[in-house]
């Protein structure tokens, strides 16, 4: 099977400084892979690397069949790639249906008549987005009077929007607390599963990755040093020493404690 994601040998430096440093792997369709490490490892620049943001120095990125090194983000967004930010990204003086149609009419090439008929157009599907999000009832509220969970379910249905493949999800559960991190990972994983879309994501919290992950890769100073099943990963005494430290629960998992793993 040709997987969705292709990564072979990519590298990234500033200044001298090498960010990532030959990583290579692949994402299947329906397949969930876990991207962690230390801060300054180098994930939020693979993220950027694949989604077009950043220019790679070396190696080769292949999305559903096609080279995307050079392609600006917008391109590789239309090929079917969905992403989320660590940081919510979405319009807080629209409504959270709003926000949703913006994201449908792009995909559909029909941004340009939104505010024309704004009330309407696409709104069926941006509130079964919404329904299928847990949102259906806030769908005329300000994007700016939500909690920050909610506002982190709309940027998931704002990346579901363009019907993905591919799922980038950076720190998809940042900031949120443990009972939501939990929620939101299990929606992600069903609706992933249900769609048979690939899912690449990192993530602090390890009881959320090694809860939801089918694999899971490290990185450490731009290598990628170990890579496996969750179970694989987590004894892995490299990583152990690494990242996760010695003291890690063996037995975290199913969203028990939050367990974060070291950030620097």
């Known amino acids: 099977m040709t997987a969705l994601l292709e990564v072979e040998s990519i590298a990234k430096s500033y200044g ?5 440093r030959g990583v290579s792997f692949t994402v299947d369709a ?18 950027n690397m694949i989604m077009g943001q950043v220019s ?9 069949g096609h080279t995307t090194n050079g392609m600006p983000p917008r391109a590789v967004w239309r090929l079917g790639v969905g992403r989320t930010f660590q940081i919510t990204a979405t319009f807080p003086s629209m409504t959270v249906a709003e926000n949703v149609q913006v994201a449908l009419l792009s995909h559909q090439g029909l941004l340009s008549t939104f505010y024309r008929y704004a009330g309407s157009i696409a709104r069926d599907e941006a509130e079964r987005l919404l329904d299928l999000l847990g949102l259906k009832a806030q769908a005329s ?3 700016g009077e939500l909690a920050y969970g909610d506002l982190k379910r709309l940027e998931l249905a704002v990346a579901l929007a363009n019907d993905p493949k591919l799922l980038l999800l950076d720190e998809p559960t940042a ?15 069903q609706i992933a599963r ?5 899912v690449f994501f990192t993530e602090h919290d390890m009881d959320v990755v090694f809860e939801h992950a089918d694999r899971v890769m490290v990185l450490d100073r731009g290598f990628l040093i170990a890579s496996g099943s969750p179970q694989e990963v987590r004894a892995d005494p490299k990583v152990r020493a690494t990242y996760l430290g010695e003291g890690f629960d063996d037995g975290a998992g199913a969203g028990g404690g939050g367990n974060e793993a070291h950030r620097s």
């Open 30 to 47: 329906g397949e969930i892979v876990a991207l962690i490490g230390p801060n300054g490892a180098g994930k939020s620049t693979c993220f």
């Open 56 to 64: 790679t120095d070396d190696g080769t990125i292949r999305i559903l």
């Open 175 to 189: 900031g949120m607390a443990p009972r939501e991190r939990a929620a939101l990972m299990r929606l992600t994983t």
């Open 194 to 198: 249900d769609k048979n879309i690939g």
């Open 141 to 143: 509220r300000a994007c």
């Open 16 to 20: 001298g400084v090498a960010a990532v």
